[in-house]
């Protein structure tokens, strides 16, 4: 099924950029998920604004585009990034009270209701541990994990080898899942002393749902010892 699907996208992005705009929105609903929870890591609640103002750029030149799906993901990616930096550097000039460019790099994303009906790695709580990874790791990890690029492709986003990638994904989840296994002894710790213990998440054996969502069957460590 999901085969099916990526080839109806890949006729869709074919399709867009001859025109077509039931294509278009096609496109959008696949990657504008992807990427509000990309920019709400990077620029916590403006993230709605971000994507709308990546999204005008990407209508614009997609009939230029060069490449296949995957690129086109990352192709998106880059301009979301680009136009949160931007937005960030704005917010840093602005005067009066407001909030520090280091406190904004570590604001949760706000729930949207189109998205909600996502798994565990989509929800509030999770952008939230992941933004405040340091920002190499996080970025690679939602390139990664939530937008779903492979290691060569999140690299051109970030400018980066795909060696350095999968070294800062693997590196952050080796980190959220020691967050997450101590948050669990600390549930069960706190719990009646007659209830079942539950192991904590580990990155081996029984992976935590937050580190199983990569589109290309790994974690984002593959070839990281």
Known sequence: ??????????????????????????????????????AG??????????????WLQI???LPSFRGDLDGFRGWTATITRHRALDH???????????VPIEELTTMAAGVDTELAA??????QDAIRLIAELPRDQAE???????????????GKVLGKRSGAVRT???????????????ADSSSADSSSASAEA????????????????????????????
């Open 41 to 54: 890591a990077l620029v916590g609640p403006d993230a709605e604004d971000v994507t709308s103002e990546a």
């Open 88 to 98: 960030l550097r704005r917010r840093s000039r602005r005067p009066s009270g407001d």
């Open 1 to 38: 099924m999901e085969r099916a699907d990526e080839e109806r996208l890949r006729r869709a992005l074919r399709e867009a950029q001859d025109g077509d705009e039931n294509s278009f929105r096609m496109l959008y609903r696949d990657v504008q998920p992807r990427l509000i929870r990309f």
């Open 140 to 154: 690679a990890v939602l390139l990664r994990v939530v937008v779903g690029l492979d290691a060569k492709t999140a």
């Open 59 to 61: 209508a614009r030149d």
């Open 168 to 182: 800062a994904s693997y590196r952050g989840l080796r980190r959220l899942a020691d967050r997450l296994a101590s």
């Open 198 to 225: 539950v192991p904590p998440a580990r990155l081996t054996g029984d992976v935590h749902p937050l580190l199983r969502r990569d589109k290309n069957g790994g974690t984002g460590a593959e070839g990281v010892t």
């Open 118 to 123: 996502l798994d565990c790695i989509a929800t």
